[in-house]
């Protein structure tokens, strides 16, 4: 159930999310290299695990949304396959995204949450802005571009570089299909490309303009720092497996079909195009190719992540290939598809725990007690030997090191000069590892740096010979602390780098507004002041699909035992489809949020002059009608909060039809449903209606 806790980059995301927790507007973080600007990142992840923590913690929180992230993809998946083959293949390569070998070793083994979590922004947004180019449907240009923008917000490598692998190969078909049409016209078809591409290119500078501004000014120029994704795996075949094989697994089986079938067909090349490039940058130093397309950012970023777009840009031609199987032998290409996927997806999991990212598994609650008492927060600290769980330690305690693991964001000179990563694992980077170390130990003083906590004795000797001395023992003496006597407490360093006000409100006021608007949620956030008025326990959106045939099950009375009616007080929204359009069902939605005895925050729809609990007087926030218009998907607004002895919430579904002919057994269960014909009263505006009551069982009356 932990097992992504585990991986390497977890704890520097749930790092990163506690700082944002804490100081939401402040991207300032003193906790690494004593000081830096979380702005070198790009928050949105970070800042989702931040609010949903405040509900469950942040290492549940993490999870949550990692798994959000791992359902967005199959969905991304499935409407992405769609552009290039046939609705039944995008089903299958959706399918096939589940066990994806590169999506568990990223979940369970590198932990890049961000990666996870921009790629299926990406997919989500590219069907809608073919749709545009196509067709000016410009309902799919607001869709594809605010996801495009959210996308950008959780990861600036995806944007810099995975987004040209997804963008132009559909940029390509789109070009292929206006020349097969007869109709389209290829000027309109250019125009709409260049107002896309102005329109998204100016969102994302505008919420990313921190990220930018830190870029420009401070470029990474830092000495390259060696990571095993950029050798050659011929000559290492231990990073082969890790970065090879392991991600792609069986997939590595259908690389002769999905050279075959892409240079065969035409509407599919641009999609192989995509596919191979992204294929040879992830070999890393087997090709020269990735040093040759990337440049300069070969020795800043990792290839793992360009592994895990080709695989994405190949589920298409899986999905085609599973089809095809299948056809031809039935039963038996489903059982070894199953197993062949089965397999991968096995593989990528139990490689976490084969090798894993961290080898010893050791607290760290007492070192952050020991520093967070007696007032030893005053200076700062390092560890050695600690591996990833130096931002776990940083999470835990109030005081500041000069070491991290985001190594963009490190701005000070004794680290910046010597291509090593963090100070904690110096010794695997040989010689310019140690010299690192050594430099930031001699100035100690500079940085306030008193505290050096040991748990590889392999540094004993460079601490002893750099004057430090060994002062007390944790965690079964298995964790050495020494101290450097006359050293001043530390002070916050006056960096160039600490954004200015404005760039605070940016950098984490848009990274939210940008995923939400992407959701396509119509749901009204209520203020601080209908808060602080209401007694509402709990309203939040809850999206449910509710198919259009007569025949269906769907519409449904879920009744909370309410020992009290509720008032219908106020009315939002009509139907935007024609009244008189018999081909489409009504499926009018009625939410009452009822008078809780709990006075808690809320969230959704706004609430205004609610008055107090009283017995049988309770009032409703809302009452909503929405229509199935677009694939049968309804919206209720209200959700319940169990607690004893208190009324939360009724929801109540009204069919157009006869609730007994259309579902039965919610009638047998739940009592029949009192209804009238719809009237012109219905959709009258709020003021020119009476208030009507509704009872627990769903009747009415007027009062």
Known sequence: MKLPLKSYDTNFHIFFASHYSHHWFDPWNPKWYAGFSQTTYPPLPQQWVAIVSRLIGLDMAYMLVQFAAILLLALGVYRFSKLWVDARAAGFAALASVFLGSESFLVYSAGQLSTTF?????????????????????????????????AAAAHHATLLFGSFLFAIPVIALAIIDVRESRRAHIGSFVIRTIFLASLV????????????????????????IPHPSRTNYILNPQWGVNFFLVPYGAMILALPFIFLRGSSNPRLRPLLLGFWVAFLVGLGGTTPVARLLLGRAFEVLTMERFTYWATLLALPFIGLLAEELIDRFKWRAVAGLTIAAGLTCAVAVAWASFRPADAEDFKVESIAGWLNRDGHDKYRYVTLGFGNKIARLAVLTNASSVDGEWNSGRMLPELTEHGAGALTSSKYFGKSGLDA????????????????????????PLLVFSGWRKVDDLENRTIAVWSKEAVPPATPIDSPQRPVAWARIIAHGTGISACSVSAGSKTSRATTKDSEKSTVSHISMVSSRTPTPRTSTSPTMRAIRSPTGVVFSRAMGQPSTPRNASARTFARIRAFAVMSHQRLLMRGISVSSVPATKARAAHPTSAAVASPRSRASTRSMA??????????????????????????????????????????????????????????????SDR
């Open 118 to 150: 921009a790629a299926p922004l990406y997919l989500n947004s590219l069907p809608y802005l073919y749709e545009w180019m196509r067709w000016r449907n410009w309902r799919s240009l607001l869709k594809g571009a605010a996801l495009a923008v959210a």
């Open 437 to 460: 170390l050594s430099a930031i130990l001699q100035h100690a003083d500079r940085y306030g740096l008193k505290w050096v906590f040991m748990k590889d004795p392999y540094y004993e």
């Open 639 to 700: 959700r319940p909060r169990r607690i004893a002895g208190s009324t939360t919430a009724v929801f109540m579904t009204m069919p157009a039809t006869d609730p007994s002919a259309s579902c039965p057994a919610t009638c047998r269960k739940y009592g029949r449903i009192s209804h009238r014909k719809r009237t012109a009263r219905s959709f009258l505006p709020v003021t020119s209606r009476r208030p009507t009551r509704v009872s627990a069982t769903g009747t009415r």
């Open 201 to 224: 290119g100016a969102m994302i500078a505008v919420v990313l303009l921190p990220f930018w501004i830190a870029l420009i000014n401070y470029p990474v120029t830092q000495t390259p």
